[in-house]
């Protein structure tokens, strides 16, 4: 009776055991860190990119990139860290090009889906609800992200779309801990700025409710 076929050792591999194999040329040990951290990465790179085409391309490069500088990774902080730190370099990479050379009006991606559309503001005969839906919120924050300078929407995803601690932020953008909390408060700041066109018709406590969803981690009454 045949013996099955033991699993290969670089599906339980720790990190540390993949990142030395795959800076010693081991393709499969590469491919397995890439199935562990596609998905974060991609998360990350989707919430700063125009695109879910544009996050594909970003993801890809990052990981590229990664491969190609393996051996400079030196176990300092986590592989995931260095990693995103690729994809996020990438990102902003490209965020400062197409500011500098713009070539259409800015559009953002609704959820995953390939079709873009242009946020569509209730008249102001609307009422409340109809003017601040969640839905609504949703896509006016989608779109005010896009228009945060870069620096200031790279702290925003990392913390309050994507749940990151000060600390990890800090790590994967190469600042300090004080500089990721005043960037995201002046990130909240700015947000609720471009936000308030949308929820100033509401009574005061259904804004508080509604700016509140689109800040999760926190308020904005001073750096965190």
């Known amino acids: ?27 499969q040990a590469f491919g397995e860190l890439v ?33 190609r500088n393996i051996r400079t990774f030196e176990g300092r902080a986590a592989f995931s860290t260095w990693l995103v730190r690729i994809a996020v370099n990438e990102a902003l990479g490209r965020i400062r090009l197409r500011q500098k050379f713009p070539v259409a009006p800015l559009e953002f991606a609704v959820g995953d889906e390939e079709n873009v559309r242009e946020l569509q503001i209730a008249s102001p005969a609307a009422g ?23 620096r200031l929407r790279a702290v925003f995803v990392l913390r309050d779309m994507q749940g990151m601690s000060a600390q990890q932020t800090a790590e994967i953008l190469r600042i300090t801990v004080g500089t990721v909390k005043a960037r995201l408060f002046r990130a909240r700041q700015r947000l ?33």
């Open 1 to 27: 009776m045949a013996t099955p076929a033991a699993a290969p050792a670089t599906q339980n591999g720790s990190d540390v055991n993949l990142v030395n194999a795959a800076r010693a040329g081991d393709i």
């Open 35 to 67: 199935r562990r951290y596609d998905r974060l990465v991609f998360r990350v790179v989707r919430s700063m990119a125009e695109s879910t085409q544009e996050a594909e391309d970003i993801a890809q490069e990052a990981f590229v990139k990664a491969f």
């Open 128 to 150: 409340p609800e109809e003017l601040c839906s969640k839905r609504e919120l949703r896509w006016a924050l989608t779109r005010a992200v896009h228009r945060l300078r870069p």
């Open 192 to 224: 609720r700025q471009m936000l308030l066109p949308y929820v100033t018709t509401q009574p005061r406590a259904a804004l508080h409710r509604n700016a509140s969803a689109a800040f999760p981690y926190g308020d904005a009454s001073g750096p965190q």
